[in-house]
């Protein structure tokens, strides 16, 4: 009994011993396997043979071992090499993207991709990268590599004689004296035979052509007609649009249903509220004509579609200087100038002659030097350096070159510009074929 006892403990352990060298041998042989395909593939690299060492350094990439990255990077060489061959650029491509999609994925790793696309001239897919290896690993390299591509930009062929502003992804524009509406590349949606639109709003804009006022859709239908008499109107915005008769402003719907009060001057709607004048001054309501601030002052700044208020605050004028009202209530520094704030960013104020940013606490962001400025619109804001503008981060580092004649804020990553062609717009390669990033 005692005899087969220990005949199988002697067993046992031989088992044992025999299935850690197995263990140990296949560690040991793949990472063998690796270096003899790698120093077979190099001396063919060497040789200049590059077509033949692919399948080698292939099989020793698809190995689980201590070469594996070796093997990958000195495949990804020969990739290169072989790059205009059929098929190897879609290689390349995809064991980068194997080497992003690890959870340990390394920043170079990121940077050689967008490289690669940025080389091939595919900008939007180069930012793409960049954003998502900012994500995935938040390396500073990376973030730095970004900031410095992520302003470049393409210029429209398109140009008009006049503009506005962009709203909701369309412009109002102008060409051979008539009006219509373009996309916010800078395309015509609604040709230019009007005597006047109203921006586009709620699948509608409002018109005027040969003493008629209407609305069309983007198919530049018809869609409803204003029969009432009336002499002017401002910008749709929140189904809401203003028009001049003959007892004043009255307010009204995209279905032309005006309402009964009337005022004097009244702006275009922005979170739901409005610039709007009576009895010789200004005041800001709401959409059920409840006063935010009481008619009582100068003025109320607005933009030039009308807009005063964003972000919760506005800027009202008393006399020379203008005041900051925000969160309700107001800031109690003066300044010469402002340019009311968008949806998002700082906005530009004027002291002793020269603009720079303000937060809406009123606290200063960008220092006062510039010559003119505009509200930042995304995170950029056009600013005027000299006779011609360029535009700021939110860093207030230069990014896009002061070479314009004139330049509008940036809205769904394209901006209005002045060269000497006219109107044009500059679109940011990252907004390109939808990728906002």
């Known amino acids: ?47 200049g043979v590059f077509i033949r060492a692919v399948p080698l350094l292939e099989e ?16 990804k060489n020969v990739y290169l090499v072989l790059i205009n061959n059929k098929g190897f650029s879609r290689k390349y491509i995809s064991l980068l993207e194997k080497q992003m999609n690890r959870r340990d994925s390394e920043p170079s790793v990121f940077i050689e991709a967008a490289a690669f696309y940025f080389n091939t001239s595919k900008e939007q897919e180069a930012l793409a990268v960049l954003k998502n290896g900012i994500d995935r690993t938040g390396d500073a390299n990376i ?25 909701e992804q369309t412009i109002q524009v102008q060409n051979e004296g008539k009006w219509g509406i373009a ?14 639109v109203s921006t586009f709003n709620k699948d509608r804009v409002v018109v005027r052509k040969e003493g008629i006022t209407y609305a069309v859709d983007k198919s530049n239908n018809r869609i409803a007609v204003m029969r009432e008499k009336n002499y002017d109107f401002g910008n749709l915005a929140e189904n809401r649009i203003a028009f001049l008769f003959e007892d004043g402003w009255r ?16 702006g275009m709607y922005s979170q739901g509220f409005a610039a709007a004048k009576v009895n010789g001054k200004w005041g800001v309501i709401d959409l059920f004509d409840k006063w935010l601030i009481p008619a009582e002052y100068d003025g109320i700044l607005t933009d030039e579609l009308g807009r005063c208020y964003a972000q919760g605050a506005l800027f009202v004028q008393n006399g020379d200087y203008i005041y900051l009202f925000s969160n309700g209530s107001f800031i109690t520094e003066a300044y010469e100038d402002a340019h009311p704030f968008s949806n998002e960013g700082y906005a530009a104020v004027k002291k002793n002659g020269k603009w720079g940013f303000i937060d809406r606490n009123g606290d200063e ?21 000299g006779e011609f503008w360029g535009y700021i981060n939110i860093y207030g580092h230069p990014v896009i070159d002061s070479v314009f004649i004139e330049a509008k804020s940036f809205s769904d990553g394209s901006a209005p510009v002045l060269t000497e062609k006219g109107w044009q717009f500059i679109t940011l390669l990252e907004y390109k074929k939808g990728i906002s990033l």
């Open 60 to 75: 020793a990439a698809g190995y689980n071992g201590v070469h594996t990255k070796k093997a990958e990077n000195t495949l």
């Open 143 to 167: 973030k730095a590599k970004y900031e410095s591509t992520r302003y470049s930009y393409e210029m429209s062929r398109t140009s008009y004689e006049n503009i506005t502003a962009l709203f």
């Open 365 to 385: 962001i960008i220092a006062y030097i510039y010559d003119d400025a505009l509200s930042f619109g995304q995170h950029l804001a056009a600013v005027k350096t």
């Open 251 to 266: 307010r009204a719907t995209g279905e032309f249903e005006s309402g009964s009060n009337r005022f004097e001057e009244i």
């Open 183 to 196: 996309g916010a590349d800078g395309l015509i949606i609604i040709p230019c035979e009007y005597d006047k």
């Open 1 to 47: 009994m005692k005899k087969s006892i220990r005949i199988l403990i002697s067993t046992g352990c031989c088992i044992l011993l025999l299935v850690s060298w197995v263990f140990v041998f296949n560690i040991k042989s793949t990472a063998e396997k690796q270096l003899i395909l790698i120093n077979r593939a190099t001396e063919l690299i060497n040789d």
